[in-house]
């Protein structure tokens, strides 16, 4: 829109007076006006601040982006202690009930040995199966953690039941992969993908090879991280695998932090 050069009050094109102070106006003091107005708006579109398309994240500063979700959310934790805990118990009560024979008296009752025996396994298996439901349950807890989301224990189980087969057809072709070593990152970033998409195995392996070969230096940094970290720490007496545990969840924030900024560029 034109200009008055006298008084600065919008002209319609075409005036040969301006309405608001009378002033005689012409063709070309209206497009000199003009072109001002649009060079001053061409300059501060060109000195305006560009912001970058997303903020970019490396493994380090993930894994303190995973402190700060845990210091602030510590309920994050509890699938994973929980499944510790559980897992250490059973462990111990599986170990008592297989204790070698040869510390038994032979003379003691075979058939209450051999009952002993049988209910340590399968105390055992259902250790084993709560573990590996909390495991997913961690991840899904993880998950919501971070997108700042209710977090519930029981809805994340429930989530990790109603895709058990998913989950147990991708463990077995996770650990077909993982024979091979050099897969076993894509392993678990297929795991994190397959949760925080909520897609199938097809999708979360082609969704895991294309971001392996993005950001490869940053997943195996925390792969190693995770390895070395959780084997440190595991090490520590009796409170070593719940330690380990709730650093596996550290972790695996880590993961969906990198992932998640990557999804972003």
Known sequence: MPYCPNC????????KFCGSCGYELSGKEQKDEVRKEESKEEKKFEEAPSKPATESTDPISAIRGGLRIISAKPIVLLPALIGAVISAVLSLITALFFIPLGIWNLAFLTSALIGLMFIGAVLSLIGGVISYILAFASLDMARNAYLNK????????GYVIKRILTFIVASIVGALLAITIVLIPLVAVMFVIMVVDEVGLGE?????????????????????IGIVGGVILGLIPYIGSILAAAFNVLIALAYIDVYLHYKRI
Request: hydrophobic share 50%; no cysteine.
């Open 8 to 15: 600065g009050k919008v002209v319609e094109d075409g005036m």
């Open 150 to 157: 209710e977090l519930n224990l029981g809805a994340s189980v």
């Open 204 to 224: 979360s392996l082609s969704r895991a090879f294309k971001f392996l070969g993005d950001r490869l230096s940053d997943i195996i940094i925390l792969f190693i």
